[in-house]
């Protein structure tokens, strides 16, 4: 089946750090939407892409689909405390099929 | 509703029994979608309703696992028969339209004994 390849696993900086977290696949896929999901919680809608090579920004998250639709990264600048919990990207190959999700990114920020 | 809402939040089950979840979605939202997610993965696609038609069920992991949504909002998704293996987060998510964001609601925690 479709696989999305999340990277790093696992992440821990310091407040003010930036952070990029990227996810990959074998497969083109037409849309990359990008979720932060907090203990407890569904994961909620940071940004989605929806052309390759767009490059959005939503506050201090800027996220891009890559140019070979095989591909999506995120970044999320002048980290702090609030940013912590876990970011997964979603990709999907053609309008009304499923959103395939990675495997998710932990992210952890010291104050 | 202002959110998906699922129910219950949590469900503890005997092996053998089953079970039925609920979910709500946003009013207006055409789409629906099940999700399963075990601890520490990402959601792993069950399947998913346009209006009233299931579109897709082939993430559905075997025969006692179903879905309806007779018509075209409240979704129920059964599962007969339960087994431990089948515990896990059950989660719903909405979508104004096909290809559109998916917004998740809270989920049921299931945990078969």
């Known amino acids: 089946g479709q696989q999305l390849n999340q990277s790093p696993q696992s992440m821990f900086i310091q407040e003010g750090e930036d952070v990029s977290m990227n996810c990959t696949s074998s497969s083109i896929f037409n849309t990359w939407l990008w979720y932060k999901q907090d203990p407890g919680e569904g994961p909620v809608l940071l940004i989605a892409l929806y052309k390759a090579g767009e490059l959005t920004s939503n506050g201090r998250l800027t996220a891009q689909f890559g140019i070979t639709r095989k591909d999506s990264f995120l970044n999320i600048s002048a980290s702090i405390p609030s940013d912590v919990g876990i970011y997964f990207c979603a990709g999907r190959q053609t309008s009304g099929s499923r959103l395939t999700f990675g495997e998710g990114t932990q992210l952890t920020v010291n104050p | 509703g202002a959110g998906v809402s699922q129910s219950p939040r949590y469900k503890v089950t005997k092996r053998g029994q089953d079970v039925a979840l609920r979910c709500d979605p946003i009013s207006g939202h055409v789409s629906l979608y099940w999700y399963r997610q075990a601890l520490g993965q990402g959601p792993e696609f069950l399947t998913y309703?346009?209006?009233?038609?299931?579109?897709?069920k082939s993430g559905l992991p075997n025969d006692r696992f179903s879905a309806e949504r007779p018509e075209g909002s409240i979704s129920t998704l059964t599962i007969q028969r339960t087994e431990q293996r089948d515990s896990a987060m059950y989660r719903c998510?909405?979508?104004?339209?096909?290809?559109?964001?998916?917004?998740f609601g809270s989920g049921t925690q299931l945990s078969v004994l």
């Open positions: 998510a909405s979508s104004l339209a096909r290809g559109e964001k998916l917004f």
């Open positions: 309703f346009n209006y009233e038609a299931q579109q897709d």
